[in-house]
């Protein structure tokens, strides 16, 4: 079994900060791209950013310049650093990765999720 936990979230003003952290647990797990979704109320889920082993990063449009996705293979861990965050920033963000337990088939697996509010 697979499980991304995710922690960080929480009620912030907007201008503020937060970090989310995701850490994936699972035995013989060989993991690809790690990445965060967040799903608004009433809006389909969306990709924020995601980073590969590489260290290649893709970020939302929406996000650039003021989100810093990062990781640490060692430990199957994903932070996303948020600043400047606005009301707009304001959603369930999910932690997800595309990984396969030793030579069996890649997949996604996906975190509980942890809630950001951005005040106005």
């Known amino acids: 079994q697979v499980h991304p936990v995710e922690s960080g979230g929480g009620l912030v003003q907007a201008g503020g900060s937060l970090r989310l952290s995701c850490a994936v647990a699972g035995s013989f797990l060989r993991i690809n791209v790690m990445g965060w979704y967040r799903q608004a109320p009433g809006k389909e889920r969306e990709l924020v950013a995601d980073i590969t082993t590489a260290g290649d990063t893709n970020y939302a449009e929406s996000v650039k310049g003021r989100f810093t996705i990062s990781r640490i293979d060692g430990k199957n861990t994903v932070y996303m650093q948020m600043n400047n965050l606005e009301a707009e920033d304001t959603g369930v963000y999910y932690c997800?990765?595309?990984?396969?337990?030793?030579?069996?088939?890649?997949?996604?697996?996906w975190g509980q999720g942890t809630q950001v509010t951005v005040s106005s």
């Open positions: 997800k990765t595309y990984a396969r337990i030793l030579q069996g088939p890649l997949r996604d697996y």
